[in-house]
Antibody, heavy 124, light 107 residues
Framework: QITLKESGPTLVKPSQTLTLTCTFS??????????VAWIRQSPGKAPEWLAM???????HSGPSLRSRLAVTKDTSKNQVVLTMTDMGPADTATYFC?????????????????WGQGTLVTVS | DIQMNQSPSSLSASVGDRVTISCRAS??????VAWFQQKAGKAPRLLLY???RLETGVSSRFSGSGSGTDFTLFISRLQPEDSATYYC??????????FGQGTKLDI
């Protein structure tokens, strides 16, 4: 059974750096067909993909937030850490860590199939 | 970034009805689409991936179709527990793997 749980501060001040930890079980991040993604959701809005860690050291993230994001992993502890710098009020959201299963003959389907409960981070 | 334009934004239906929710990608994305259901205060739940493949444990009342830029989620024989917000998401090519704006379904 796959489980994931987010931990970290619930309140950060503007311009501070947010550090969140995802602790997971039921799979290994050393496999080349899984990832752990960070997805956030502001109140009343759609989810927003932030970044994903995989077995390689490459961080899969979009260009708009890449300069503020870092994702590191500790495979032995089954943890993935998200760091986001220069936090502002627009970053107030529930932050989820998510198991991504790469399915298909060519691992072309990145399926977000298991989600943590999420942690609400308020910037104020 | 690839944008996902989802419609309608809200929908009201009755028990037993069949509804459709659409998602249009800003460029061709083959079949790299997933659909999620989200209830208030909960994490999204995966329903389908690869546009039409049902996730294990999900009711067969949910189905999907599409390829390229246009995708559809179908929900048949609506039940009260289907009241939720539904999102599409693409995972084609490079991140970010964006979500649609969501469809709030009231039964």
């Amino acid at each position: 059974q796959i489980t994931l749980k987010e931990s970290g501060p619930t309140l950060v001040k503007p311009s501070q750096t947010l550090t969140l930890t995802c602790t997971f079980s039921g799979f290994s991040l050393s496999s080349d067909d899984v990832g752990v993604a960070w997805i956030r959701q502001s109140p009343g809005k759609a989810p927003e993909w932030l970044a994903m860690a995989t077995w390689s050291d490459r961080m899969h993230s979009g260009p708009s937030l890449r300069s503020r994001l870092a994702v590191t992993k500790d495979t032995s502890k089954n943890q993935v850490v998200l760091t986001m710098t220069d936090m502002g009020p627009a970053d107030t959201a529930t932050y989820f860590c998510v198991h991504v299963d790469m399915r298909g003959d060519y691992r072309e389907h990145y399926v977000s199939d298991s989600w943590g409960q999420g942690t609400l981070v308020t910037v104020s | 970034d690839i944008q996902m334009n989802q419609s309608p934004s809200s929908l009201s239906a009755s028990v037993g009805d069949r509804v459709t929710i659409s998602c249009r990608a800003s460029q061709g994305i083959e079949k790299s689409v997933a659909w999620f259901q989200q209830k208030a205060g909960k994490a999204p739940r995966l329903l389908l991936y690869a546009a039409s493949r049902l996730e294990t444990g999900v009711s067969s009342r949910f189905s999907g179709s599409g390829s390229g830029t246009d995708f559809t989620l179908f929900i048949s024989r609506l039940q009260p527990e289907d009241s939720a917000t539904y999102y599409c998401q693409h995972y084609y090519g490079h991140a970010p793997y964006t979500f649609g704006q969501g469809t709030k379904l009231d039964i």
